[in-house]
């Protein structure tokens, strides 16, 4: 998506998602995606996007300043959502599943983007490469339920309403 964030005829088709009220869900984040995601939000401004995997996201010392500069850039764009699936993940070769290992990170999202544009995603069945769903899940529910209920009720499932404006089809869904 980093080449086609320039292409006339990708920004087009775009703009026609974004005129339908649809959403760009992007996955495998990187530093370039990053920067293309702004591009592609200066190119769009009325499209919603949605960066899936960010927790997992470690950038190289040499890419940590294009890093910073992307995620700054992005937490003042209210159309853009980040997706904190993939919480855990490989760290220097080891896998956690102690929220310790990941709370510095997720504080920096949470920071960035504030609480209004966090979206729970479990990753799985990806997931399960990296950890059982029991444990992906406990570490986000340990994370959130530490915050106040209003926090942790937009990440599970308030703020998916904005991002991806579904509607209620079955009773026992929750009223947005």
Request: aromatic share 8%; no cysteine.
């Amino acid at each position: 998506m980093t080449k086609q964030s320039t292409n006339p005829d990708f920004i087009s088709g775009l703009k026609r998602l974004a005129e339908a009220d649809l959403v760009l869900d992007t996955a495998n984040p990187r530093v370039a995606l990053l920067e293309a995601m702004l591009r592609i939000s200066d190119a769009v401004p009325a499209l919603r996007i949605v960066l899936d995997h960010l927790p997992a996201l470690d950038p190289a010392e040499a890419d940590r300043a294009g890093y910073d500069a992307a995620l700054q850039a992005i937490g003042k764009r209210p159309q853009i959502f980040v997706k904190l699936s993939e919480i855990i993940h490989s760290v220097n070769g080891q896998v956690s599943t102690d929220l310790g290992a990941y709370r510095a990170r997720l504080d920096t999202l949470l920071g960035v983007f504030g609480e209004d544009r966090i979206l729970f995603g479990s990753d799985w069945p990806n997931s399960d490469g990296v950890a059982p769903i029991d444990k992906v899940f406990a570490v986000a529910k340990e994370y959130f339920l530490a915050k106040p209920r209003p926090v942790a009720e937009k990440y599970f499932w308030k703020n998916s309403v904005a991002a991806y404006k579904w509607v209620k089809r079955d009773r026992s869904q929750p009223t947005p």
